[in-house]
């Protein structure tokens, strides 16, 4: 009675249900398509500090160089800089990148 209803006659693997024969197997990006995206933070156009960052060029020197004694990393000065004192980009308010000033 199965066959007559057609069942039972192909079987199919997990595997083959999952994806399109000539597709490869997929990593992570679109479902129909090639692309993986273009996401990512964007910087400000404008290349001077905001206007409520107070901090002076000197006393952001002073924190970069503290923190590097305490042995962090430049990505991890700035994001605490960023999370603790306020600075959103050291370049901005100092004019130069944290590996530049250490």
Partial sequence: LAQAFGFGLIQRTHS???RHP???P???GRMYGN???MASSALPYRRKPPTW???KTEDVCD???KLAK????????????????GIPQVRSVTGNKILRIL
């Avoid at 305490?70 to 999370?83: E, F, H, M, N, Y």
């Fill in 16 to 18: 083959d249900s999952r």
């Fill in 22 to 24: 000539h597709q490869p």
């Fill in 53 to 55: 960052v107070k901090m």
């Fill in 70 to 85: 305490k042995g962090l990393a430049p990505s991890q000065i700035g994001v605490t800089l960023r999370d603790s004192f």
């Fill in 26 to 28: 997929a990593e992570m």
């Fill in 35 to 37: 692309g993986k995206g």
């Fill in 63 to 65: 924190h970069i160089c």
